[in-house]
């Protein structure tokens, strides 16, 4: 066995390099960027990043393939459904006020390399969906014109037909995504300012179509006699809510923002809340219009408003309708462009992706070369690639980002408050393996007393002296005992002490929360791989179906139960999800059984692109990752327990000496004239 620790050694040290955290400054809301966005700005980036095409688009395809006129139903449930990934996002937001994101989410909870590939997928997501928006843009204007600018195009450039290229280069597409990078180049008002024009054009317009739409509204088109209003059923329903998901995807460009709000605790979770109650309300208000103008059977699925206009006598209002459709795009389009640099400057500023691109301009206070080199890349997407076939690896990577940063929020919110001291010699370590003082109730007291050779001991007088004898050993456990009552995050509560204590108690503060996180992840996947193929794939009898499906629920809930019965953080500074972990739970099972409903070629898509991130994050950001030179930095340190006068216990961290050399370590008596970082 002893044979087997040097060589287990390097592996446990490597996985440890993998799991890493990202330390956050004392100072969470110091930045390069400029901090000038108001709530309000927020708000309507994230209506933007939401209210797009699909407004124009997605509503008429649900409505005549899908769910009928109950897609007023599958946008309301699709809403909610997106809320309980919003909440995650504001609190994140809101407590770690660093741009990135999802990947920020991750790196401060979960670990480095998933974090990393989680910013890798956002990254590709972003540009394939920037592009894709510049496609439909240029294509939606080139039907305004009878498709002139595609004729001209093919007959004056050049044309291709090559498997994945589009059969022609979209100059239109590329050149708006130019124009817009360069826009977004000049600093985070004038993107601001651009999307607030666009917002408010878009927001009259659907104004304008539903007073005027609820004028041309016709009951008699939800009848019986035009099907009914939910002909497909609840399977058509909840089919259209699949879809109707993707809708509100966009919300997470105001956690992107988070580093240049003004007042993010308070901002993000506002702008979040406001943002998607606005996009549903659209949406579902629009829904509801549309399928009361004309029947729902006879919409067309490509520009259903204009031409539900068209077939009541107003062919005009398609004209405006038009116009926001255009303008939504554009608040699509500007906010990928406003997202994506930022994601890559959080990568590069950890030193996870090429440093180059955390460069940040003095003048504009934003990361120009990565705007202006992304945009680009963007724009070469648009010009040469046939997007469709890419459009559904969307949803892969929105989706796993969304279940990441659930887990986090509960990781998070269980796990034991930790700060370390900057100072390489001495000072007090407060985290998980650390017991402070009574006015410190977030501190907890390791339950291994081993790690330190010798304790200290505070006697009556108030005088310290150093013990080695068992005796007072257990006095300190007793003393710790005291420390523990005081139930930090992590811990069992004290209700369910009795029940638990015998088998949860002797565990570390947040091992059980994070091995059942982990249970929880697995019996998700599990559960939804049965839901989703255990009757079209896997062919399994309906004793084993029903068996499997009991099993992995049970598996599911016991994991919840375990996560619930723990101690979590009660922070009131900032915005909370409520109801943790089930909330979270909840968003993390609907965004596994989202991902399991997309395709085969999509995860294969997904598979090729993740092993190329892999080969980047071995072959650059493993070797360049600050956290990991911060750790080279370090002093190695050992533990020293004290106890003060006041019978509160404090553990000091020394440097260790070298074997050999005497033990003459003097303990150290903190007063008023030490530092914090030493008391």
């Given amino acids: 066995m002893a044979l087997c620790v040097p060589a287990c050694s390097p592996v446990a040290r490597f996985c440890q390099k993998l799991n890493r955290l990202k330390t956050l400054e004392d100072d969470v809301m110091a930045t390069s960027l400029k901090r000038c966005l108001s709530t309000l700005d927020l708000a309507l980036l994230g209506v933007g990043g939401m209210v797009g095409s699909g407004l124009y688009v997605l509503t008429g395809t649900v409505a005549k393939d899908t769910a009928g006129p109950a897609v007023v139903l599958s946008f309301l449930i699709a809403g909610v459904a997106s809320l309980m990934a919003a909440l995650c996002y504001a609190e994140f937001g809101a407590r770690v006020p660093k741009t990135g994101s999802a990947y920020m989410f991750t790196y401060v909870s979960v670990g480095e390399i998933w974090a990393f590939l989680i910013g890798w997928n956002v990254i ?22 009878n498709h002139r600018i595609q004729n001209f195009t093919e007959s004056h450039v050049m044309r291709w037909d090559v498997p994945f290229l589009a059969h022609y280069p979209d100059l239109l597409a590329a050149g708006i995504l130019l124009v ?19 917002s408010g054009i878009s927001m009259v317009v659907i104004t304008f179509i539903l007073v005027f739409g609820f004028m041309l509204a016709d009951p008699a088109n939800w009848s019986a006699q035009e099907g009914g209003f939910a002909p497909y059923g609840l399977s058509g329903v909840m089919a259209g809510t699949a879809t109707c998901f993707y809708a509100f995807v966009g919300f997470d460009v105001i956690a992107a923002s988070s580093e240049e709000a003004r007042d993010p605790q308070k901002a993000i979770p506002i702008a979040t809340a406001i943002s998607l109650a606005l996009a549903a309300t659209a949406y579902i208000l629009v829904s509801t219009v549309l399928t009361l103008m004309v029947p729902w059977h006879t919409l067309d699925p490509n520009s259903a408003l204009s031409d539900a206009f068209f077939r009541r006598g107003y062919s005009w209002a398609g004209l405006i309708v038009a116009v926001g459709s255009i303008c939504a795009m554009n608040t699509v389009l500007l906010s990928n462009l406003f997202s994506l640099p930022r994601i890559v400057y959080a990568m590069a500023e950890d030193g996870l992706f090429f440093s180059i691109f955390s460069r940040v301009n003095p003048v504009t206070k934003v990361p120009v070369i990565a705007i202006l080199v992304f945009g680009s890349l963007m724009a070469l997407l648009a010009l040469i690639f046939d997007l469709e076939a890419l459009v559904q690896f969307l949803s892969i990577g929105t989706l796993l980002a969304y279940t990441f940063v659930a887990a986090s929020v509960i990781v998070l919110r269980f796990q034991p408050e930790k700060s370390s001291s900057a100072s390489g010699g001495g000072g007090t370590k407060t985290d998980a393996s650390s017991t402070a003082s009574p006015s410190q109730p977030g501190s907890q007291g390791d339950p291994c007393m081993t790690r330190s050779e010798t304790q200290t001991l505070a006697q009556e007088a108030g005088e310290l002296k150093e013990y080695e004898s068992f005796s007072d050993k257990l006095q300190l456990v007793e003393k710790q005992k005291a420390v523990r009552e005081r139930r930090a995050p992590g811990v069992l509560k004290a209700r369910w002490e009795p029940y638990l204590g015998r088998l949860l108690g002797d565990c570390e503060p947040g091992d059980v929360v994070a091995f059942s996180v982990l249970a929880l992840m697995v019996s998700s996947v599990s559960l939804c791989a049965v839901l989703v193929f255990g009757n ?23 994991s919840l139960i375990l996560i619930w019965v723990h101690e979590q953080q009660n922070k009131t500074k900032t915005f909370q999800v409520p109801l943790v972990p089930f909330v979270p739970g909840a968003s993390i099972l609907l965004n596994v059984f989202l991902m399991l409903k997309l395709s085969a070629l999509t995860w294969l898509r997904f598979t090729i692109w993740l092993a190329a991130g892999l080969l980047v994050y071995f072959g650059y950001g493993i070797w360049h990752s600050k956290e990991g030179l911060r750790e080279l930095q370090g002093n190695d340190v050992s533990a020293r327990y004290v106890v003060l006068p006041s019978g509160s216990l404090v553990e000091t961290v020394q440097n260790v000496q070298p074997e050999g050399h005497a033990h003459t370590h003097a303990a150290h008596t903190p007063d008023t004239n030490d530092p914090p970082a030493n008391r």
């Fill in 180 to 198: 817009a990078s360069m826009f977004i180049s000049f600093g985070v008002r004038v993107s601001s300012w651009l999307n607030h024009i666009f």
């Fill in 536 to 558: 079209s794939y896997l062919h399994l009898p309906t004793w084993s179906f029903i068996l499997l499906l009991v099993v992995f629920s049970l598996a599911f809930f016991i």
């Fill in 124 to 145: 590709l997501e972003y540009m394939i969906g920037g592009a894709a928006v510049a496609r439909a843009w240029s294509g939606y204007l080139d039907s305004i014109f």
